[in-house]
Every structure is written in C-alpha cells, then in structure tokens.
C-alpha cells in the first residue's frame, strides 16, 4: 500500500527523508553513489580537510549536487574553536552555503565533542548568520544550552564515532528530545539498521550515519536497510507502544472465558 512522504522542517528546508548520510570510507565512489541513492537521503556530509574542491566536473561536491543531493559541510578533525570557525568560513566560501555541521574533538583517542569549544564555536558561527547543526554529546543539558544559543538542530551522539555501539543511552536521548523544540538528530555510533530503529521510537526527528553504510560488507544493500528502518521506526513512534510492566497481562480478556471446571469433573467421573 502506498502513502503520502511525511515531511519534516529543518531550518528553512522542508525534507521527505529523515536520514543524513556522510561520504567518506565507502570502498569507492560509485558504490557511495549508489548507497545514497538507495537510502533516499536528501542532505550528504562532506568534510573539507578530506576532499580538495578543485578538479572541474569531476569534482566530488559537483557530482553530488548533479545528483540533487544538498550538501552539508561540517568540521571534522578540528580540535579548537577556532579551527572550526575558520574550517566554517571556508565551507561557506568554497560551497555557497550557510549550514554547517559543527564539531570540535576533544581528542584522537574518543573523538567525543569538545563542549566548552562546541559552545564557543557555535555563538561566533551564529553571530555571523551561519545555520548551525552541533554534534554534541547525550547531555540534556548541553543540548539545551546549544538550543538556546540558536542552534537549528541538536545532534547527541549515540555512541562514539564509528564505534557501531549503537545507542547507549536512550533515557538520555529521549530527555533531550522532550526538553527540545528544535529537531533531534541522533549523530554517530549507529550501526545496524536495527539502532535506526530505536533513534526514531524514542521520538528522534532523524539520524545522521557514515560508518554504518560504508563499512557495510553490502554498503547499497546496508543503505535500503537503514531507509526502511526509519520508515519503521518513525511508524513505530507515531503509533505509540504500549506501557512497558514489570508483570504478565494477557491479551485475551478473562471475561466470558469458557468455564472448563465442570467439563473436566464430568469426564473424570464419568458422569
């Protein structure tokens, strides 16, 4: 059965996916291309210190608006804020774009966000009318604290940066997205079809995944996977699951149960 594409809003975009996937680590560029159409994202990840913005038609960010998909830079492997401020104003330069996805490291070892210089990058790159979108840890309240800045999304991670953990703590992620009035986007630490699924029953606007797809054994195969898990976890939510208890409840009503009591005296009997 076919039914209309829910859209949601992010900033000023209105978007039929809910899935955001990155570019980098596939086993080849064509197999990239075929995963992110197969997923049916409509926005893709790039990072600037990886992929140089010279080489014409041919040129990786050229061939992925060819294939309408929008593109958002963001500031992978920048340690500072200022790192990341200066990695921002070029990706608005080079890509004629305001939106950037925001992080700052605190370290090779765990690659988890730098709050303190998450903070500070994210007030500079909102003072100078960038969109920011923060990839922040499960912290209700540095996601908060990012929201009130102006952030147009939060981002918590699920788990480490290709960890494929998946989601950790969900009672913190599902705090976040109940304190938020901007969209939640759960970032890194995916990697199943199967932690899409959860991200989106705990009430998550969409989920953004690299690791999970492209270092897939199938990454296109992996792609159709991580598509149709959203669909259903989104469905999931919006149905709403029952109440979770400690003791059995039957799913037959015990009113107007057959009374076999007697039946089984009279045969016993032999009555």
């Not at 949601?8 to 086993?27: H, I, K, M, V």
């Not at 959203?230 to 939510?237: I, N, V, Y």
Request: hydrophobic fraction near 40%.
């Amino acid at each position: 059965m076919s039914h209309e594409r829910e859209h949601w809003q992010l900033a000023d975009r209105e978007l039929g996916s809910r899935l955001l996937l990155g570019t980098a680590r596939y086993p080849s560029r064509k197999t990239m291309l075929e995963a992110l159409e197969a997923s049916g994202t409509e926005i893709v990840t790039v990072a600037l210190r990886r992929v140089g913005t010279g080489g014409g038609a041919q040129n990786l960010y050229n061939v992925l608006r060819e294939r309408g998909f929008s593109l958002l830079p963001n500031t992978a492997g920048c340690y500072s804020a200022r790192d990341a401020v200066l990695t921002a104003e070029l990706a608005r330069e080079a890509l004629e774009t305001d939106w950037i996805k925001l992080e700052v490291i605190a370290d090779d070892e765990t690659l988890l966000p730098d709050i303190e210089g998450l903070m500070s990058a994210t007030r500079t790159l909102i003072e100078r009318g960038f969109t920011v979108l923060p990839y922040t840890n499960d912290d209700p309240v540095a996601a908060a604290k990012l929201e009130e800045l102006g952030c147009a999304a939060v981002m918590p991670l699920g788990a480490p940066i290709g960890s494929g953990l998946g989601i950790r703590n969900p009672h913190n992620i599902e705090l976040i997205r109940r304190r938020a009035t901007v969209p939640v986007i759960v970032d890194a630490g995916v990697g199943t079809a199967s932690d899409v699924t959860v991200a989106f029953e705990l009430g998550c606007d969409a989920v953004l995944l690299n690791s999970a797809v492209a270092r897939a054994r199938e990454p296109v195969r992996m792609a159709r996977a991580v598509r149709h898990a959203a669909e259903a976890g989104r469905e999931a939510f919006l149905a709403g699951r029952i109440p979770r208890k400690f003791y059995a409840e039957a799913s037959s009503p015990a009113q107007d149960r057959i009374d076999v009591s007697g039946t089984a005296e009279r045969v016993r009997t032999g009555d």
